[in-house]
C-alpha cells in the first residue's frame, strides 16, 4: 500500500476542535487579578487550577504536570504552554486532564522519559542565572 493512502485507513483522531474554545476561557477561568500578567495563569490562578483538579502544590504529580506542558517558569503557564500541553496530551476538559494524570505518572518508567523529566526538573527548579542547583 503506498504510503499516502496509509492515513486514510487510520482510524480516525478524536476532534480536538473544541479545545480552541476551551484553552482561552480556562486561561481567563484561572488567571487572576492578583497576579501581574491575565494572559498567564499565575500563583494564585495556579492555586485555584491545582484545587479544581484535586492536586496539593507539593504533589509530585503537579511537577509532571508542569513537565508535560513544557512550563518555563515555576508556579505559572502561558497561553502556549497550555494549549500546546493539553492538545499533545489530547485533553480538552478538567475531568479529562484530571483522569490523564495518574497515566502521567507511569511514563516515568520509560528510561527516556524519566531522563527527559529528570532534566527538566533540574532547569525548572533552578533561577535562571543559576549554573547550579544552591545549597
Not at 84 to 89: D, V
Request: glycine share 4%.
Amino acid at each position: 500500500m503506498p504510503f499516502s493512502f496509509v492515513p486514510y485507513f487510520w482510524p480516525p483522531l478524536p476532534c480536538l476542535c473544541s479545545l480552541h474554545k476551551i484553552v482561552p476561557a480556562r486561561i481567563e477561568h484561572f488567571a487572576d487579578r492578583q497576579d501581574a500578567d491575565p494572559s498567564r495563569i499565575g500563583p494564585h490562578g495556579m492555586l485555584r487550577f491545582l484545587t479544581e483538579l484535586g492536586l496539593d502544590a507539593e504533589d509530585r504529580n503537579v511537577l509532571i504536570l508542569a513537565w508535560k506542558l513544557r512550563a518555563k517558569t515555576q508556579c505559572e503557564f502561558t497561553w502556549q504552554e497550555f494549549s500546546t500541553g493539553l492538545t499533545e496530551m489530547r485533553v480538552d476538559t478538567l475531568d479529562k486532564l484530571k483522569a490523564k494524570i495518574p497515566l502521567l505518572n507511569d511514563e516515568l518508567r520509560n528510561p527516556q522519559n524519566f531522563r527527559d523529566f529528570y532534566q527538566f526538573t533540574f532547569n525548572y527548579a533552578r533561577v535562571s542565572s543559576q549554573r547550579t542547583l544552591g545549597e
